[in-house]
């Protein structure tokens, strides 16, 4: 059966970057906990890193539109001839062994328009990493507020289910990271306000 898929809310710019944001690195030495972080961060923000990689990717494009366009029609011919190579390999050794020029002229062509857009290709990598990697270091650095823990606890069925983070992820077999600490982050807030409330009745 076919999961329906949609998209998490877009979380507010002040919320994602602005005034009530907060940001610490994280503890690499518990990768557990770093983890948890991030992937929480990704399914809580995935709309808003969805859109930035958008314009990321663009504004890649509008600075060298040239080397993407060539980079992108690189990689879109290299997948192509990949899985036509692997689809067609008896009529591929048949056709080498009874045109072997045409074959070896075939070679050195494709090597040669590599070659020639290897810049472009590189530009398209970089354009297509770049919001990746700035994505990961936002989810890294971004500490999660109470909001967000409890809007993804109670989201959390929903935002694995049916949104394309939490496919992705689900793939992925993370799904035991979703606010995996959020019962002990909460249990600890609230014996903190427990001992708060005894140590003021004892107080007066």
Not at 57 to 86: D, K, N, Q, R, W
Not at 104 to 131: C, E, K, Q, S
Not at 171 to 178: I, P, R, S, Y
Request: aromatic share 12%; charged share 20%.
């Amino acid at each position: 059966m076919v999961r329906e898929v949609k998209m998490a809310p877009l979380r507010p710019l002040d919320d994602f970057l602005l005034n009530s944001a907060r940001y610490q690195l994280p503890n690499f030495s518990d990768l557990d906990k770093w983890g948890n972080r991030v992937t929480n961060n990704f399914l809580y923000y995935q709309t808003n890193y969805f859109l930035m990689a958008v314009m990321i990717f663009l504004l890649v494009a509008v600075i060298h539109p040239v080397e993407m366009l060539s980079g992108m029609t690189a990689m879109v011919l290299a997948f192509g001839l990949f899985y036509y190579l692997t689809n067609a390999k008896p009529g591929v050794d048949r056709f080498k062994k009874e045109h072997p020029l045409i074959s070896v002229g075939l070679m050195l062509a494709t090597g040669y328009f590599f070659v020639y857009v290897i810049g472009g290709v590189l530009t398209f990598v970089f354009g297509t990493l770049l919001p990746i990697f700035v994505a990961f270091i936002h989810a890294s650095l971004r500490t999660r507020n109470i909001k967000n823990k409890i809007v993804n606890k109670i989201e959390g069925l929903d935002v694995f289910q049916k949104t394309p983070m939490g496919l992705f992820l689900d793939t992925l077999g993370v799904t035991d990271a979703v606010d995996a600490d959020f019962e002990t982050q909460l249990a600890r807030k609230a014996k903190g306000l427990l001992h708060d409330i005894g140590s003021k009745s004892k107080s007066n």
